[in-house]
C-alpha cells in the first residue's frame, strides 16, 4: 500500500507527461474498440447472412450433397433429424429444405437457376433471408400450394409479375427431366444481383411430387445456432450424433468457403493493424517511463542508501506503471463510451459510397457501420493494454534498480 501511494504521487509529478501518455492509452482503446466492435459485428452479420441463405451455420445433408449438389442425393428421415436437432442447446432452429438447379420459363424467355423448397409454416423473415426480402406480393401459405416466389431480376428478365404464371425444368431423383407450372406469389430484392437473377422458393410438399421424393426425404437440414462462434464445434458435437455413410454434418466454413476465407484474411489484416498500433502505443509509454526513472537517478540512489532493495525500486516502477494504466484506461473508457454508443445503435452509412454492390464473399453485408463487441473481445482489450503498458516498463524498472547508489548520487 505504501509503495502504491508513493507510485500514485511519483505519476503526478510531470502532470503534462501523464496526462499525454494516459490521452495515448486512451486514444488505444478508442481504436481498439474500434476495430475489433466492427470486426466483429461486420463478420458476425456475414456468416449469419449466409446462414440465412439456404444452408444454416451447420448443415446435415447427404454424403458428397456439398461437392456434387445434384437432386439425386437426399436424407431420409428429415422430419425426426429436425425434431432431434431443436432439443439440442444453443440450437435456434433446424429447417427441412431441398435444393437443386432448375431452368425457369414464361412466354418470352429463359434462365437457368437454383430453388429451395421450404415449407412456409416453419420459415419466417428471422431465417430465411428471401423472405425478408420480399418487396412484392405475399408468401405462398400452403406446402403443396403452385406458388413460387422469385428474385426481382429473374422477374425482369422473364417478363413476368404477380399472379403470372412460369414453367420450372429440373431432374427428379432418378434423373428424369420433370416439369412444373408455377404462379408467382411474391417478388424479393436482395440486392445481390447474382441471386436476384437466379434463385426461387417453391413449396416443399409439391416439389418432393414432383421430384418423386418419398414423403420424410429431402436434400438437408439447415441448423441455425445462437452463437456462430460455436458452429464448428456443435458441427462435431452433432456429426457424432448424427453422420453416418449416408449424409454429413458441415459447418457454415465447409459450405461456403469463399466467405471462410475472406473473413479470415480480413480477420488477419485487422489483428496486423491492431499490433502496429499497441506497438506504437507501447513505444510512447516506454519513453515516458524511461525518461521518468533517468530523471530520478538522484532520488533513487538516496533511497538505495537508505535501505531501499532495488528489486522493491522494480516493483515501484512498474506500480507507476499500473496507475498509468488505469488511468489511461478510464480515460479510454469516457471517451470510447458515447462513440461506441452512437456506432452501436445508429453506425455511419457508406452505401454512398459502396454504390449498389453490398456484398462480400456471396453474402450480403450491411452497408451501415456498426460495432458490436463480444465478452472475450472486451477482456482482450483490457488485457492488451495493460500487458502492453507493464511490458514497456519493464526495461525503465529493471534500469532504476541497476545503478549503484555512489553512481546516482553524483548525479545533478
Known amino acids: ?91 435456434r432452429d433446424a429447417i427441412v429444405r431441398i435444393m437443386g438447379q432448375a431452368m425457369f420459363a414464361s412466354a418470352r424467355k429463359t434462365v437457368g437457376g437454383a430453388f429451395i423448397a421450404i415449407d412456409p409454416a ?29 428474385g426481382s431480376r429473374m422477374a425482369q ?51 418432393r411430387r414432383t421430384l418423386r421424393y418419398d414423403a420424410d426425404q429431402a436434400s438437408l437440414v439447415a441448423i441455425t445456432i445462437r452463437d456462430q462462434r ?5 458441427a462435431r458435437s452433432i456429426s457424432e450424433r448424427l453422420a453416418t455413410a449416408q449424409r454429413e454434418v458441415l459447418s457454415w466454413k465447409q459450405t461456403q468457403p469463399d466467405l471462410a476465407g475472406l473473413i479470415a484474411m480480413d480477420r488477419s489484416s485487422n489483428y496486423v493493424s491492431q499490433l502496429l498500433i499497441g506497438l506504437l502505443i507501447a513505444a510512447g509509454i516506454f519513453n515516458t517511463q524511461l525518461m521518468s526513472v533517468l530523471e530520478r537517478s538522484r532520488e533513487f540512489g538516496v533511497m538505495m542508501a537508505v535501505g531501499m532493495a532495488p528489486h522493491t525500486l522494480f516493483r515501484l516502477v512498474l506500480i507507476e506503471a499500473l496507475c498509468l494504466a488505469l488511468v489511461g484506461l478510464l480515460a479510454g473508457v469516457l471517451i470510447t463510451l458515447p462513440w461506441y454508443y452512437y456506432l452501436n445503435t445508429t453506425g455511419i452509412d457508406f452505401s454512398g459510397a459502396m454504390g449498389d454492390d453490398y456484398s462480400a464473399g456471396g453474402v450480403l453485408i450491411d452497408p451501415v457501420m456498426r460495432v458490436f463487441l463480444y465478452p ?14 507493464l511490458l514497456a516498463a519493464v526495461y525503465p524498472a529493471w534500469r532504476a534498480g541497476r545503478v549503484p547508489p555512489v553512481e546516482s548520487l553524483k548525479t545533478i
Open 1 to 91: 500500500m505504501h509503495l502504491t501511494r508513493m507510485a500514485w504521487r511519483n505519476l503526478w509529478r510531470r502532470k503534462r507527461r501523464t496526462a499525454i501518455t494516459a490521452f495515448s492509452i486512451a486514444f488505444g482503446v478508442f481504436l481498439s474498440v474500434t476495430f475489433t466492435g466492427s470486426a466483429d459485428y461486420v463478420y458476425t452479420n456475414m456468416i449469419n447472412s449466409g446462414a440465412q441463405m439456404g444452408l444454416g451455420h451447420i448443415t446435415v445433408e447427404a454424403r458428397d450433397f456439398n461437392l456434387t449438389p445434384t437432386l439425386d442425393k437426399r436424407i431420409d428421415d428429415a422430419s425426426t433429424m429436425q425434431r432431434q436437432l431443436r432439443d439440442l442447446p444453443g440450437v
Open 122 to 150: 416453419q420459415e419466417h423473415a428471422d431465417n430465411n433471408l428471401f423472405i425478408r426480402a420480399i418487396d412484392a406480393g405475399a408468401m405462398f401459405t400452403a406446402s403443396d400450394s403452385t406458388g413460387i416466389v422469385i
Open 157 to 207: 428478365q422473364l417478363g413476368v409479375n404477380l399472379g403470372k404464371k412460369l414453367v420450372y425444368t429440373t431432374t427428379d431423383k432418378d434423373g428424369e427431366i420433370v416439369s412444373e407450372i408455377a404462379r408467382v406469389s411474391a417478388i424479393f430484392t436482395t440486392g445481390l444481383a447474382e441471386v436476384d437473377g437466379s434463385m426461387a422458393l417453391l413449396p416443399l410438399d409439391r416439389t
Open 230 to 234: 460455436a458452429s464448428d464445434v456443435m
Open 376 to 389: 472475450e473481445s472486451v477482456t482482450g482489450i483490457l488485457l492488451a493494454v495493460f500487458g502492453l503498458t
